[in-house]
């Protein structure tokens, strides 16, 4: 499964990157905490979409093509199922 590594990649990619999350409604909010729980989210739906979207009877260079773009799909809307988590908890990127 190769949806994990890449996943994990961009999740520690945005935490790196240089907005930092910031929680005006609850400065003593776990940044840590909260993090670990939205990529447990983020992965386990990742897990899910990429389950869903498997070609049926599907062959050739076609099919591999078609397979990692569904794989890209899948990383790319965990990451946002990431930030709206975050969001949602009440934390924004500054």
Avoid at 14 to 23: E, I, K, L, Q
Avoid at 35 to 59: F, N
Avoid at 74 to 89: E, P, Q
């Amino acid at each position: 499964m190769k949806l994990l590594p890449l996943l994990l990649t961009c999740l520690a990619l945005g935490a790196c990157a240089s907005p930092r999350w910031v929680n005006p409604k609850t400065p003593g909010a776990d940044l840590q905490a909260d993090l670990a729980a939205c990529e447990k989210d983020a992965v386990r739906l990742a897990r899910l979409e990429q389950g869903m979207a498997q070609p049926r009877g599907c062959a050739g260079a076609h099919c591999a093509g078609q397979e990692e773009q569904q794989r890209l799909q899948a990383t790319a809307g965990a990451v946002a199922a990431h930030k709206r988590c975050m969001t949602l908890r009440g934390w924004r990127q500054d």
